[in-house]
């Protein structure tokens, strides 16, 4: 699996936060991904680039959100050993595995995690409205990353991506796009 990565908005001074291990934490002051945040995710990929060959080369998948396919992140990639492919608008939820297969299970695991959070500070100081902190925050996701129970080679094969040419495997495929598809 992929090491998370949490990006929070803030503005000034950045608030000093301990990830867990294996996890990155940015700071974007308007929250969302920026350019140098997508520049600053690729320095921490691992470096699959060799002058000598391209068989460790690795196919990196983003949607075309604009800082996705900017020429700049085109070649970061491509300097460290990875082949930018973007996936249109509008299907990403359809083909994409993180949206269809990691991001519901993610969603609900942590807010079962934040809401027993919410609810044990609540019996502890009933007067105060609960809030969590940035570091409860990054525990939560953390835990609820290391639970998610995924294949992603199936996955790739349930949203058609990988699946064999002559049809051997159409069976994986999901329901929902197989009809869009067809037969």
Known sequence: MPTPEIVFKGKGTCTYLAPPEGMYVQWAEKGSYRPEAMLGTITLLKNRANIF???DYAIYVLDDYSVHITEEVRK??????YILVCIGGGITGDIQVNDT????LLKKQYRDRE??????????????VPSPQHDDMMRMLAE????LKIDPKLELKNNFITTAFDGSEDYIVSDKLYNIVGQ
């Open 76 to 81: 970061a990639l491509l300097a460290r050993g």
């Open 101 to 104: 297969h990691v991001h519901h």
């Open 115 to 128: 809401a027993q959070l919410m609810l044990d500070q609540l019996a502890e100081t009933p007067n105060k």
């Open 144 to 147: 609820s990353w290391t639970s």
């Open 53 to 55: 060959t391209y068989k």
